[in-house]
């Protein structure tokens, strides 16, 4: 990617000064100090081809329509933290001015609550959050870890150092040559950074837990330019608040994960037609109460990932279509030969009649390619979730919510609607799984699980508003219904968010306050609260940050 590159520091410095002196005496006083203090690592809007490319690799189309001030691509732990300290040194100078400590005109204290409402920067690993301002922001700084994307594998091949810019394929494409895998993400698509600090499904939750949970350490640079290790013996608050904590304490530059034998998995999707809806609907609730029932030991059942059962309204072709995501994490002789799992094989899902099945054997880059493949990037995105028990009930009254969602919408005719229910289990044995996190999922409760969430996409803003509130419509129904049924589940995985849930209040109390702690800790001046705004914060609405 073009950048302003030029031949020497000096040269640099000397076109600062006087080619494009007419430029700089238009940037802000802060985009002006990244330029200086990092020439070659910073894109201006007026670097046509390489600010679009920037803005164009999000995955959410609307994502890609906010344009910031400009994009600062550090290039190592130190750039970036150069470039933080740059940050938070505006930062300060901004709380200064609105305490008062420094006299200002009408014309200012306007421009000032814009940026106080905007914030001051964004911090993009993948680009994959569909959530406004997550890893976007208009007329601040976008940092963007994308150069910090290298994988590492440790010398004796027991773990690997993965760079917070790194997507999953990239994680995957190292290790598959090794015969070797992480607890990590299932698109490969998706970045590492953000779906990590989120809490993280995997393929291997089953055996070894949330993504989250199976972190070793982790590097940060805090608000002020310094660079700590969060691990069990250092920084140990740190080390579990940022599991699940997501962006609310530092910008993490890369991960420790343990690594284990993977050589190939066995993976698909069943594709039937929307006639089948009530046989998967009660083959979903089955595979999930027989993993209970069987106890956590069951033959195979650590292996076995998933159903992820998918149902989609497509309006383009006008139809419903039911997509089922059946993995198997162990290879057999079996497998090799074509057949099912026994597990699987043995479950509701082998006997339903289907469209065709891309069930087979294939690395696990391949699986998380196939899933990258069924939501390519480029569309407008929103998502939005709840949590439930495995109730039939509850479940059918997800689907109906899923039928009345996109009905509503029929007589606007949104173009290019895509409009997604997915269920998929979480259940108690695979949380307590690793090492400990504040997700509020650790509480002895024996209930199994179901995580509900919806994936729309669409063409046009114009629909913007009416997707998004009729997303809003649908998640409230299943709640009102999980409430009637005494269902319901406080935890929302931060992930599948919306923009106005509120996934922390979902880990509980003391799970929250502690995260808020530690955020007073590592970040006593509110950096990451009230400059990153984007994403989902610790305090909320009328909790100052001082009086926590």
């Given at each position: 990617m073009a950048c302003l590159r030029p031949s020497k520091g000096k040269e640099k410095a000397d076109q600062l000064n006087s080619g494009t002196a007419a430029v700089s005496s238009q940037l802000s006083i802060i985009t002006q100090h990244l330029v200086?203090?990092?020439p070659d690592h910073v894109i201006l809007p007026h670097h046509s081809a390489a600010f679009s490319q920037s803005m164009n690799s999000y995955w959410a189309k609307q994502e890609c329509q906010v344009p910031p001030a400009c994009v600062v691509r550090p290039g190592s732990t130190q750039q970036l933290c150069t470039a933080l300290a740059?940050?938070?040194?505006?930062?300060?100078?901004?709380?200064?001015?609105?305490?008062?400590?420094?006299?200002?005109?009408?014309?200012?204290d306007v421009i000032k609550e814009e940026e106080k409402d905007q914030g001051l920067f964004a911090v993009r690993s993948g680009g994959h959050s569909p959530v406004p301002g997550a890893a976007s922001i208009k007329g601040g700084v976008l940092v963007d870890l994308g150069l910090l994307s290298e994988v590492r594998l440790s010398s004796d091949g027991s773990n690997v150092t993965i760079g917070a810019g790194a997507k999953w394929m990239d994680v995957s494409t190292v290790l598959d040559s090794r015969g070797l895998a992480v607890v990590g993400g299932r698109n490969s698509a998706v970045g590492v950074g953000g779906l990590t600090l989120g809490g993280g499904l995997s393929f291997f939750s089953p055996r070894f837990g949330l993504v989250c949970s199976n972190i070793i350490s982790y590097q940060v640079v805090l608000a002020w330019g310094s660079t700590v290790t969060a691990s069990s013996t250092e920084n140990s608050d740190l080390w579990r608040a940022l599991k699940g904590g997501s962006n609310n304490f530092g910008i993490v530059t890369s991960f420790t994960a343990p690594t284990f034998p993977c050589t190939k998995i066995w993976s698909g999707f069943l594709y039937l037609p929307s006639y089948q809806a009530s046989k998967v609907l009660a083959a979903f609730h089955?595979?999930?109460?027989?993993?209970?029932?069987?106890?956590?030991?069951?033959?195979?059942?650590?292996y076995a990932a998933g159903p992820i059962a998918c149902f989609s309204y497509v309006q383009k072709l006008g139809i419903q279509a039911i997509a089922v995501n059946l993995v198997y994490t162990s290879i057999t002789s079996e497998q090799g030969k074509g057949k099912w799992p026994a597990y699987w094989r043995n479950s509701s899902f082998r006997s339903l009649w289907r469209l065709w099945s891309t069930c087979k054997v294939r690395s696990l880059t391949s699986a998380t390619d196939e899933m990258n493949t069924l939501n390519p990037p480029g569309r407008r995105q929103v998502f939005a979730t709840t949590t439930i028990t495995n109730d039939p009930n509850t479940i059918t009254a997800a689907h109906t919510a899923y039928i009345n969602g996109f009905t509503s919408m029929r007589h606007v005719n949104v173009k290019g609607l895509v409009w997604t229910l997915v269920l998929q289990p979480l259940?108690?044995?695979?949380?307590?799984?690793?090492?400990?996190?504040?997700?509020?999922?650790?509480?002895?409760?024996?209930?199994?699980?179901?995580?509900?969430?919806?994936?729309?996409?669409?063409?046009?803003?114009?629909?913007?508003?009416l997707v998004n509130k009729a997303a809003r419509r649908a998640i409230e129904q299943i709640e009102m219904a999980a409430a009637a049924n005494k269902t319901g589940h406080r935890y929302r995985y931060l992930n599948y968010c919306a923009s106005w849930q509120k996934p922390f209040k979902g880990y509980g109390e003391e799970n929250w306050r502690f995260?808020?702690?530690?955020?007073?800790?590592?970040?006593?001046?509110?950096?990451?609260?009230?400059?990153?705004?984007?994403?989902f914060k610790l305090f909320t609405e009328g909790q100052p940050f001082s009086q926590i």
């Open positions: 200086s203090a990092l740059i940050i938070n040194r505006e930062h300060d100078r901004r709380q200064h001015q609105q305490e008062g400590d420094v006299e200002r005109n009408i014309e200012e089955q595979s999930v109460n027989r993993r209970m029932s069987d106890g956590p030991e069951v033959e195979g059942s650590n259940l108690p044995n695979w949380v307590r799984k690793g090492e400990p996190n504040p997700l509020g999922l650790q509480d002895g409760s024996n209930e199994p699980l179901v995580i509900v969430s919806f994936t729309i996409n669409w063409d046009q803003s114009r629909d913007d508003e995260l808020q702690q530690v955020s007073r800790r590592y970040d006593p001046d509110g950096l990451f609260q009230k400059g990153c705004v984007g994403g």
